[in-house]
């Protein structure tokens, strides 16, 4: 097997695990987050942000997901983390 079919292989197994939906409420999650390193409010904008839509989730299509929900706040936690290991934040 060659490297590239390696990689295609591994491609597949994150794509069943971690939809690309998924991934979506993750890097929001986490761009927003990053972004208060610029202004001190939008450190808490990606978990904001990720309540918000799952409550217009509920609103428009009646139900909530609870995946994309923890992985929004994944996303903002892991941010953070950074955030905090390079001295930007604490």
Request: glycine share 12%.
């Given at each position: 097997?060659t490297?590239?079919?390696?990689?295609?292989?591994?491609?597949?197994?994150?794509?069943?695990?971690?939809?690309?939906?998924?991934q979506?409420?993750?890097?929001?999650?986490?761009?927003?987050?990053?972004?208060g390193?610029?202004?001190?409010?939008?450190?808490?904008?990606?978990?904001?942000?990720?309540?918000?839509?799952e409550?217009l989730?509920?609103?428009?299509?009646g139900?909530?997901s609870?995946?994309?929900?923890?992985w929004?706040?994944?996303?903002?936690?892991?941010?953070?983390?950074?955030l905090y290991?390079?001295?930007?934040?604490g």
């Amino acid at each position: 097997m060659t490297l590239f079919q390696e990689y295609q292989k591994a491609a597949i197994l994150v794509m069943r695990i971690f939809r690309r939906d998924l991934q979506l409420h993750f890097f929001w999650g986490f761009t927003l987050t990053l972004l208060g390193v610029y202004w001190f409010p939008l450190y808490g904008a990606g978990i904001t942000i990720t309540v918000i839509k799952e409550f217009l989730d509920v609103w428009s299509k009646g139900s909530w997901s609870w995946g994309d929900f923890w992985w929004g706040v994944v996303g903002s936690a892991t941010a953070l983390l950074f955030l905090y290991t390079r001295g930007c934040i604490g």
